[in-house]
């Protein structure tokens, strides 16, 4: 997990309108998400637990969780979500999968490559790709 600990700034992204209307966000809140440069900070907690602070300018939301357990969270689009963070043990990856109350289910995937994070999110067949660097 160490490799993911720091400050990411948001860099691009595409496909991202499609994905959010695969998860059923409204028109006015995808809208508003095309227009946000989120900040994510990834950092240790206690008790072998991590965190996860998506600051999207207009809300902003924390996941604290041990790598395997399953939590309940709210997103930055008001959703409560059931979340599960694992390592991929082939490629380092970190992927969080999070079902909604209404069965919808996504995948985010994240790896690192130097100094930047590429994140692919996965939702009902549809796929976006965002890209995040690292702040020094």
């Not at 992927?95 to 919808?104: A, E, F, L, Q």
Request: glycine share 8%.
């Amino acid at each position: 997990m160490e490799n993911y600990y720091g400050t990411w700034k948001f860099v691009e992204c595409d496909n991202f309108d499609e994905y959010l209307k695969g998860l059923g966000i409204p028109a006015p809140l995808r809208m508003l998400a095309g227009l946000t440069s989120p900040t994510l900070t990834i950092k240790p907690e206690e008790d072998g637990r991590y965190s996860v602070t998506t600051d999207a300018v207009v809300r902003a939301v924390t996941a604290t969780f041990q790598l395997g357990e399953q939590i309940e969270e709210r997103t930055v689009d008001l959703r409560t979500v059931d979340s599960t963070f694992s390592l991929d043990p082939k490629t380092g990856s970190l992927v969080w999968t999070s079902t909604d109350r209404n069965g919808v289910t996504t995948v985010v995937t994240r790896s690192i490559k130097g100094d930047l994070m590429h994140v692919v999110m996965e939702v009902k067949g549809i796929t976006a790709n965002a890209t995040f660097k690292r702040k020094v």
